[in-house]
């Protein structure tokens, strides 16, 4: 048997099977190959799939050895097959797609820094993502290899973390440099279904000391919530300076949003950064986002200044980042 003359696209005498396969690679509209031995090889190009529907087929004498399906694509690559703003090139017959979107048609999207990460992407910088919790696509720094999604960072001491609630809520500072994503948008990670995050502090002290506290499950409330986060009560070996344990059920307070549970103290204004503080003590064992200090191993005492606590001692911190990885 061989392809119907309808199907056939051009027929060649080929001298090996590897050749005939060649030019249907080279065929934009050959999908199947019939190789016919005759007096030699005849190679019969196909635009129809030969191996699914034997109507394509016809009998003649002499003998079909075999054929071989072209491999199509996973999905056609035509123009209106670009999702998301995604542009067909014709050159490559291939969707360019417009981040945060990805994949053939452009229809997968990053949802965090560990999608962007399996997709063989290893370099370190800001990054569109669109977790289908949000209303829109927002930028993250990102180690993709390392599946990690920065929540804030503070390393060099330029970006000011008194600020208002809104500013809290919607994020504020360049993803690229010290800045806090905001609080709707860390929300919106933690709900990204089937996936855990952990909430990892990698922290440095002014004595050079690095410091990393991982929290599990971690998943923060909404706006409803105040929001009110959560997590696995059990932290690994009780780390050095465990600040988020004892603030498991304290809603977000900023200056001009003060839910710390005091009725004395405005502890987000006296501390000079939003976070969630809770009772007279406000934040007693941590101040991630204070005013650094690279000239002191110790606390200065100065509640506007960064510290963490290790083994009881108040130390001072150059630089501290937090970042959310999947479990
Ligand atoms: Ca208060």
Known sequence: MILSRSHRLQTYNVKTTLECHV????????????IE????????LGSSLAAS???????????????????TKESPARPEMCKNGGVY???????????????????????DCKDIGNTGQTEKRPYLIHPPASPAPF?????????????????????????????YVRGFGQVSGDHWLGLDHVRHLTLNEGKNYGLMFALTLSNGTKVYVLYSDFQLGGADTGYKFTMNPNVPNRPPGDCLSPLVGAPFSTYDNDSDNSTTINC???HGWGWWYSGDT??????ALGR???NSDLWSGDERDAFWTVDSVHMSLKAVQAYLRVQ
């Not at 090139?89 to 949802?111: F, L």
């Not at 406000?282 to 101040?287: G, M």
């Open 139 to 167: 930028p993250v720094f990102c180690i993709p290899n390392l599946g990690r999604t920065y929540f804030f960072q503070q390393t060099k001491g330029d970006v000011d973390f008194n600020r208002t609630w809104q500013e």
């Open 268 to 270: 987000a204004q006296r």
């Open 89 to 111: 090139s014709v050159d490559n017959d291939t969707c360019q797609c417009e981040a945060p979107y990805h994949g053939t048609n452009c229809t997968h999207v990053y949802r």
């Open 282 to 287: 406000c934040s007693s064992v941590c101040s």
């Open 292 to 294: 650094l200090n690279k």
């Open 53 to 71: 529907d034997c109507s394509n087929m016809e009998a003649v004498n002499g003998s079909v050895k075999f054929y071989k399906e072209k491999k």
């Open 23 to 34: 030019a249907c690679s080279g065929d934009d509209a050959c999908v199947s190959v019939v």
């Open 37 to 44: 031995k005759a007096s030699g090889l005849l190679c019969h």
